[in-house]
């Protein structure tokens, strides 16, 4: 038992949500915890819904139905409700309904704040406005919106009827927007005028107009006004093109509505969201996550694994496109906690942006993602040392594997060694995590406490045998749970295909995994990504965390390219630091940092340097992406790229390196 670096005090155990869990259920601890969950999971989830108090209009008569088989496993059948319920309604005659729901701050500067009662209003008038329109169950409504306070409105307002939201990325161009309403047979959109995007006013209702030339089935499209200052002096958004028989007004169309609608009752498998992630190559796959799914799942995962409680304040800088956009208004709203969000970036228009709102929005709970840090760390700890972290209860993470270099960092200078590092991973098809840690967890550098209860997660070899301490597989879910998306929208042939088609009645979730001897759970990358060399396989970010250990190179990606005699060689494509000289005797230095840590094998061929990789909103590095640019392939769907131009800069390095 040696290596761990953090362990919770018996009164901070004693005092949090998992450890009230597991006595609840009567476990003895986490582990009796899991067995339990994986002897009777009908019984786990029926307690786990109890204890979140999710609250049904007509109670469930059967918790899990599996006769059409593990994939398309149905949830509290019998049962219906409205997830709004749960955000907004509970809260109604509470201290709570008078407490802020909603801080925001835009680029600008400018600030607002919701309460309860005000968000409850809010959603209501606007969905009220909806139905007017003719819109109710079953309608899928596009959200094409920054993180402004209005962008919870309208998603809980579509909840709140019974249509379906389609969240959509707020750097999508029209076409990739056109393929998504297209997909989803959207009828109706809730976009914006505007947004401000690192000091550059950007247009969204001219996107979203050319988008829709393309997109029969939208009859509707409601657009708020913004009154950010930075857009006053925007020529598109002075005199915006209006269509009388579609356009619609926010402003005007909530102006006689009443305070409070009363939420349309759907069957508790109605889907809630359609959210699509980008596949590999071809068109995007839509999820669907469902009413009583999508909360449950990721309302466990946070408010009793993460501990996340109502007192807190939860900053977790996203996009409204990506899952963690719903996730932060779902959970805040069942806890009872107040969410911050952020128009921009977390390092514009000032480096210690980020740092700053923690201490002015008095933050308790920060999501973060590895990139993220590993962004932030190359201006050093100036920008962090200037503000007061004193305040936060968890710091959090997902997106990708950690290296040892970024978890530290941010271990001893966000957290300073006293605030717990939670690691989590899943996905938006999972609703939430496969594995994460807890208050009962002593941690690791980059590791992950356990599997989640109720997932039945395994690591697997080829052969469908399950791994031995130290050992890499696939990660993998033994049983069906609660939040796994419903399908692949219009396609269950691809469903089956990419999650139940390589062990049979077994989930494959796409991630190598391996566990040490003392439990610990890694993420080693993507198994996509996953390179064997001299019969060795390794993820990338084992290479990327010894590269950036040099501290040379700020990021990395390494990629596996064909190799006549080893089958596989690697290349690192990197972003050096700032001074450091972009030659040959910089690229030996990385090659023998790999080779040191892993072996002569594992010694990068070709090394590359670029100023920036292609990433996503929520800053994930596109490796496939970058093996594609590398290779002159096709690199298949890049919508979900903040910075496509990257693309370009890869592929000429690439050339010009031979």
């Known amino acids: 038992m040696s290596g761990f670096v953090w362990r919770a005090e018996p009164s901070v155990i004693a005092e949090s949500n998992i450890q009230r869990f597991i006595e609840t259920l009567g476990a003895g601890d986490y582990d009796d915890l899991l067995a339990k969950a994986a002897a009777d999971p009908d019984w786990f989830w029926d307690q786990t819904i109890r204890f979140m108090d999710y609250r049904f209009e007509k109670p469930y008569d059967q918790v899990r139905d599996l006769s059409d088989g593990a994939p398309w496993a149905k949830w509290c059948k019998g049962g219906t409700t409205n997830a709004t319920l749960n955000f907004l309604d509970k809260h109604r005659g509470t201290p709570t309904y008078q407490k802020d729901a909603v801080r925001f701050e835009a680029e600008s500067g400018a600030v607002r704040a919701w309460t309860y009662q005000e968000l409850d209003r809010q959603t209501c008038r606007l969905a009220a406005g909806l ?13 094409y919106m920054p993180m402004v306070p209005e ?17 959509l990325f707020s750097g999508f161009g029209h076409e990739a927007i056109a393929t998504r309403l297209n997909d989803a047979g959207a009828t109706a ?4 005028d505007g947004t401000v995007r690192r000091g550059r006013p950007i247009p969204m209702k001219p996107v979203m107009d050319d988008a829709l030339a393309n997109v029969p089935t939208v009859r509707h499209q409601v657009v ?12 598109d958004l002075e005199d915006l093109p209006w269509q009388d028989d579609r356009d619609h007004d926010w402003a005007s169309l909530v102006a006689d509505k009443p305070d409070d609608v009363p939420a349309v009752i759907v069957d508790a498998e109605h889907p809630l969201l359609l959210v699509y992630t980008s596949g590999t190559s071809g068109k995007p796959k839509g999820t669907i996550l469902t009413h009583v799914g999508f909360p449950v799942k990721i309302g466990f995962d946070l408010l009793v694994c993460m501990d996340l409680k109502p007192e807190d304040k939860m900053m977790w800088i996203s996009d409204f496109g990506w899952v963690v956009g719903p996730m932060i208004t779902t959970v805040c709203t069942m806890a009872g906690a107040t969410m911050v969000l952020v128009e921009g970036t977390p390092d514009y228009p000032e480096p210690d942006r980020m740092w700053r709102l923690c201490q002015e929005q008095e933050v308790s709970f920060l999501g973060v993602a590895p990139t993220t840090i590993r962004g932030l760390m190359r201006g050093g700890t ?10 936060l209860h968890v710091v959090a993470s997902t997106g990708e594997p950690w290296t040892d270099e970024a978890w530290n960092w941010c271990f001893e200078h966000v957290c300073h060694r006293r605030v717990p590092l939670f690691n989590w991973i899943g996905g938006t098809e999972i609703s939430g995590g496969i594995l994460v840690s807890t208050m009962v967890h002593p941690l690791k550098p980059c590791c992950f406490g ?13 052969a469908g045998q399950p791994t031995a301490a130290g050992e890499v597989g696939e990660l993998v879910l033994r049983a069906p749970s609660i939040g796994l998306t419903r399908g692949v929208w219009g396609d269950p042939e691809r469903y089956i295909e990419t999650y139940w088609s390589q062990y049979p009645g077994i989930w494959r979730h796409g991630d190598w995994a391996s566990r040490d001897e003392d439990g610990l759970w890694y993420i080693h990358g993507r198994s996509d990504d996953t390179m064997k060399i001299g019969g060795k396989r390794t993820g990338p970010a084992e290479i990327e965390g010894l590269v950036m250990a040099t501290g040379l190179i700020t990021e990395a990606a390494a990629i596996g390219l064909p190799d006549p005699r080893a089958g596989q060689s690697v290349m690192c494509v990197c972003i050096p630091a700032p001074g450091v000289a972009w030659d040959d005797a910089t690229a030996n230095q990385v090659r023998d940092a790999v080779a040191a840590g892993l072996g002569h094998a594992f010694r990068p061929k070709d090394v590359i340097f670029v100023a920036d990789l292609p990433k996503t909103r929520n800053m994930k590095i596109m490796r496939r992406v970058v093996k594609a640019a590398v290779q002159g392939q096709d690199p298949g769907d890049l919508t979900a790229l903040v910075n496509p131009d990257a693309v370009d800069e890869v592929a000429r390095a690439a050339g010009a390196a031979g």
């Open 151 to 167: 962008v919870v409105a309208a998603f809980f307002a579509t909840v709140r009827i019974g249509a379906v939201a389609v969240p």
């Open 382 to 391: 100036d920008d962090i040392e200037k503000w007061d972290l004193s305040g």
């Open 450 to 462: 356990g599997s989640v209860p109720g997932m039945e997660a395994d690591i697997l070899d080829e």
């Open 131 to 143: 139905q007017s329109l003719g819109l109710g169950p079953g309608d899928k409504v596009g959200i």
């Open 189 to 192: 959109v809730i976009t914006i």
């Open 224 to 235: 708020l006004r913004s009154n950010d200052e930075e857009l006053e002096d925007l020529e």
